[in-house]
Structures are given as structure tokens and as C-alpha cells.
């Protein structure tokens, strides 16, 4: 075997290695991406969910708020004892 043989059997065994790697590294950022839109799409469920939470909280404390103003008027010494014991 001469010299170009064996130049040629080394370029075809580190173009193979090329192609692998190039191959693994696409494929990783493929999985990557998938993943960041994943964690995306996550984040943005929690994001509705946190907005629906404070909405559902400010519409419980206008209720609570109503409810203060009946008991204020039908008992008023018993809205003084619960605010006692807050």
C-alpha cells in the first residue's frame, strides 16, 4: 500500500467521523429546540393560569367585600368580633 492509500483510507475514516458528529450535533439541536419550545409552551399555560388565578382572587375579595357590607348591616357587632380575630 503506498502512501495515497493510506491517505485515502484516512480521509474517508475522518470524513466518516465528520458526518457522525455533524449528524449528533444536528440531531441535539433538534432535540434542544423541541425541548425550549416545550418549556415555552409550558410557561405560557402557567402564565394563563396565573392570570385566571388573580382573576378568579379579585373577584372573590369584591364577593367577600359584598358580604362584609350585608353583615355590617344586618350585624354589626358580630362583623366587629370577626374582625377581632383577624
Known amino acids: 500500500m503506498d502512501i495515497f492509500g493510506i491517505v485515502g483510507i484516512l480521509a474517508t475514516v475522518i470524513g466518516g467521523f465528520v458526518v457522525v458528529r455533524a449528524a449528533k450535533e444536528a440531531k441535539t439541536a433538534e432535540v434542544w429546540k423541541a425541548e425550549a419550545e416545550a418549556q415555552k409552551a409550558r410557561g405560557d399555560r402557567l402564565q394563563d393560569d ?23 348591616i344586618i350585624d354589626p357587632e358580630k362583623l366587629l368580633a370577626l374582625r377581632r380575630d383577624l
Open 50 to 72: 396565573l392570570t385566571e388565578i388573580k382573576e378568579r382572587l379579585r373577584r372573590i375579595e369584591k364577593e367577600n367585600n359584598r358580604l362584609l357590607e350585608i353583615l355590617s
